[in-house]
């Protein structure tokens, strides 16, 4: 097969331009598809609203962790499957992904209805703020289902090297759902209720999309006859899913834990961490995307047992992040002003959000080289070490951190909290990495 032979052969160039290069559109999508919300109901110049999106932003978190959960646990359980020569478990394993993540979207969407209101108390919402938050969940929690089936296929469609038809899904529900973003929320004046059902709609074309794709895939099967529960097939995606869904999760919890700190110092401090949050995440996010891109050539590789490629994938792609967000973080540090002023015409929210970008971009170089950790030791099936690394920087040592310079530093030690946790998390990631490394040396 044509992208089989890239993964063993493809030079790093090729490897970024043919794998990574169509992930990071995707990732840019993403970006572009959380960045709609924020800015058509920021324009409004509802800071309610605008802090009721964040406050629900833990919950979004969540349900991408269970899609990374099983999707990314298949796309390494397949592609390492692959490098084996064994398309039998590749059948299994897509099965299982479509009709577990079906499941656990039913159940997470009932218990998020179920449990409102403890929940709104949890993330924080106040009376100003609860109505809207619920009004944004109740469509998630409906939308659960569609949402967590279209992100575990559109990660597991790229196990055999095969990400366009990953990124023309991703592509074609995020542009619906930017086309609806400013039809539901400044035409209809939906607000919040508007910005959720447009995602949801969106992550619906999507899976349909997908749905289609794999279908044509000889490799792969939808067909309810492959689908099983044995432990061989459902533990083994669920656990290389784990580290990656288990990072997701704590950060949503990590996220609920910094902005009920944040809520204390007032609404428009909420509103401020959203927007500049989201100017912001687009270079985290395309690194993210270089190493993404890669993963199913260092599973396929490992499996093939091939190090001397394994290890040039891993030093040459985690070099040209590197490169690339330090460059961009200069970009964005000179101009912040200006993306903060984008999304909000609020002086007070511009301010305080010029300050939060900065502390974001401090480490933004380095967190690149953590996420080619990560990536190199969950693609490589190294479970504990995985989890570990993913757990670092969204809990670990962010939580901690957090709370620790909070109480020393005010609002200030909550900006620059996660630039120090990524300093030390890295250093944690890259020990690991090496360790692993050797073992993996000795052992072949």
């Given amino acids: 097969m044509k992208n089989e032979k890239l993964m063993r052969e493809g030079s790093i160039t090729e490897l970024l331009v043919k794998l990574s290069l169509p992930v990071i559109l995707i990732m840019m999508v993403t970006v572009l598809y959380n960045m709609a919300d924020v800015f058509f109901i920021g324009r409004s110049g509802d800071r309610y609203q605008l802090a009721a999106i964040s406050l629900a932003g833990p919950v979004f978190s969540a349900i991408s962790a269970f899609n990374t ?61 609860a109505a809207y938050t619920a009004e944004y969940l109740r469509i998630l929690a409906l939308g659960a289902p569609f949402m967590i089936m279209s992100g575990a296929l559109g990660n597991t469609v790229r196990a055999d090297g095969d990400v366009k038809n990953a990124m023309l899904a991703s592509l074609a529900g995020t542009l619906l759902n930017v086309a609806l973003d400013p039809l539901f929320i400044a035409v209809f004046h939906w607000g919040c209720s508007g910005a959720a059902l447009a995602t949801v709609i969106g992550n619906i074309v999507s899976l349909l999309l997908l749905l289609i794709a794999v279908s044509k895939k000889s490799a792969f099967s939808l ?18 899913g784990f580290p990656m869904a288990a990072s997701t999760l704590l950060m949503s919890f990590s996220s609920t834990v910094s902005n009920r700190l944040t809520v ?93 970008m900065l502390g974001t971009l401090l480490a933004v170089p380095v967190e690149s080289v953590y996420h080619m950790c ?45 630039a120090v946790t990524t300093l030390i998390s890295t250093v944690i990631a890259l020990a690991l990495s090496s360790s692993w490394n050797r073992q993996i040396a000795l052992a072949c």
């Fill in 374 to 418: 990560s990536t190199y030791l969950q693609a490589t099936g190294k479970v504990a070490y995985a989890t570990l690394t993913s757990l670092l920087q969204k809990g670990l040592v962010f939580l901690p951190v957090l709370l620790l310079m909070e109480r020393l530093f005010g609002l200030s030690g909550i900006i620059y909290a996660n």
């Fill in 223 to 240: 067909s309810p006859k492959d689908f099983t529960l044995r432990r061989d097939i459902s533990l083994h995606v669920l656990s290389l």
């Fill in 69 to 129: 959960l099983i999707g990314f646990g298949g796309c390494t359980a397949s592609s390492i499957a692959l490098g084996e020569g064994r398309e039998d478990l590749v059948k299994q394993y897509s099965a299982f992904v479509l009709y577990a993540s079906l499941g656990v979207g039913i159940v997470l969407g009932a218990m998020i209805i179920a449990g409102m209101n403890p929940l709104l108390s949890f993330l924080g919402a106040d009376e100003s703020t």
């Fill in 264 to 356: 204390s110092y007032g609404n428009e401090v909420i509103a401020a961490r959203s927007v500049s949050g989201k100017s912001a995440m687009l270079i985290p996010m395309i690194a993210m995307g270089f190493c993404m891109g890669v993963q199913p050539a260092i599973s396929y590789v490992y499996g093939r047992r091939d190090l001397a490629r394994l290890r040039k994938i891993v030093l040459g792609v985690g070099g040209v992040c590197f490169v690339f967000a330090a460059v961009m973080s200069v970009f964005f540090f000179l101009f912040r002003g200006q993306f903060v002023a984008a999304f909000s015409p609020d002086p007070e929210i511009i301010s305080l959000g010029s300050q939060m």
